[in-house]
């Protein structure tokens, strides 16, 4: 199967990963593997985010991030981040973070 691994299940329905250029539901992927998904190279993230290939390397490795990190990998990628508190009476979709982003674009 190559680079790209199948999904892997997680809970909820609006977890999404991109493999083969499709959408798959309630799937996860490591940051790399998002990213080679993607058909990018670090060296085009590290572009995108104005930094170096050796940076885009240990961002990839880190398993503890600030969230403005992650938002912003994932935009280099083409994506938008959203982040969803799961309860067993429903998903809540956390929108503080959203108003940070607005603020930058100001």
């Known amino acids: 199967m ?10 909820g329905d609006s977890t999404a990963v991109y493999s083969n250029n499709t959408v798959h539901q309630n799937g996860e992927k490591p940051l790399q593997e998002l990213r080679q998904a993607r ?15 050796s940076n885009v390397s240990r961002i990839e490795k880190r ?5 403005s990190t992650l938002r912003g990998v994932i ?11 799961r309860f067993p009476d429903g998903n809540v979709r ?5 108003e940070l982003d607005e603020a930058v674009k100001a």
């Not at 935009?75 to 508190?85: H, P, Q, R």
Request: net charge positive; glycine share 8%.
């Open 2 to 11: 190559g680079c790209l691994s199948k999904p892997r299940p997680v809970g």
């Open 39 to 53: 058909k990018l190279s670090q060296e085009q993230m590290a572009k995108n985010l104005h930094t170096k290939q």
């Open 63 to 67: 398993t503890d991030m600030y969230i």
């Open 75 to 85: 935009k280099a990628m083409g994506g938008d981040l959203e982040i969803v508190a």
């Open 94 to 98: 956390i929108n503080q973070f959203v």
